[in-house]
């Protein structure tokens, strides 16, 4: 494949960003990696010079370090002076709520975490609750105690990874409280397609054990997936939601060239 070109496919000043078409925001699992140097990012760019320069040319990005516990407000404070305008930050639940509690017994955590987040303001997007490979639809009351006691006025996304889910009533809670299902690409679970809330939430996941390191550039073809997934993202659009789309780096082991190629294949440059 050809060597990405990282051009700046979003931004329209230096003052603000917004997404390539209406309701469309794509955007990264996480930020600081050094492999991006010489593609996203500029030789010998400094590790804290990485989210200005990341906010140049996406809308939004997924934080990863909030899996492995709620930030500092000092840290959520400055994330938000750095973004420009239109900028969108989603973030995972931390994994002593999701992975060591199972939910059980940690709303008075979740809600700290909800209101350290909610520092980023306006540049605030979902917040995704990514459960365990585990937790299977037996937890079906114990998510829907949680969710209920969710602060509100935010948006919330739930991933499942356990084959249990499918074809429960898992859409329908949601759908009750105006949580996203999250739409995965991940090889362990089949697609699904559901929508429970007025915006949805994808990501491209990927084998970790396929791509451990070295993300310097894509070395694995996906362009089937991706178009399966534009087709996804087309009807989305129409039903009038706005989907937040997030790229890992195990995806194809180079998120940002994923990002760009899904926009080749949506405008049909093949």
């Given amino acids: 494949m050809d060597e990405p070109r990282q051009e700046r496919l979003f931004a329209e000043n230096p003052g603000r960003i917004s997404p390539p078409e209406p309701g469309l925001y794509l955007g990264t699992s996480g930020w600081s990696y050094a ?5 996203l990012y500029p030789e010998g760019l400094p590790a804290g ?11 939004t990005v997924e934080i990863d370090s909030t899996f492995y516990g709620t930030p500092r ?9 750095i973004v420009p305008e239109g900028f969108l930050f989603a973030a995972k639940f931390p994994q002593q709520i999701t992975h060591e509690r199972n939910l059980v017994d940690s709303d008075d955590q979740a809600q700290a975490f909800v209101l ?13 609750l990514q459960l365990p490979p585990s937790f299977s639809v037996e937890g079906m009351g114990v998510l829907e105690d ?4 969710l602060p ?24 009750e409280h105006g949580v996203a299902l999250t739409l995965i690409d991940y090889p362990r679970m089949p697609r699904m397609e559901a929508t429970t809330a007025d915006f949805a939430y994808i990501r491209w996941l990927g084998n970790r054990r396929e791509f451990p390191s070295g993300h310097t550039h894509l070395k694995k ?41 899904f926009l080749e294949l949506r405008r049909g440059d093949r």
Avoid: C
């Fill in 49 to 59: 010079s990485r989210l200005a320069e990341y906010a140049k040319h996406y809308p």
């Fill in 146 to 149: 949680f969710v209920g006691a």
């Fill in 35 to 39: 492999d991006w140097e010489g593609t």
């Fill in 73 to 81: 407000r000092l840290t959520v404070d400055k994330w938000r002076e």
């Fill in 221 to 261: 073809e996906r362009d089937d997936d991706l178009l399966w997934w534009a087709g996804v993202v087309d009807r989305l659009i129409k039903e009038g939601k706005t989907v937040f789309a997030y790229a890992n780096n195990h995806y194809q082991n180079h998120s940002p060239s994923t990002l760009e190629r």
């Fill in 116 to 128: 350290t987040m909610a520092l980023l303001e306006e540049h605030l997007g979902p917040l995704l």
């Fill in 152 to 175: 509100e006025g935010f948006r919330y996304a739930v991933e499942v990874r356990h084959r249990s889910w499918l074809g429960s009533d898992l859409p329908e809670l949601l759908g």
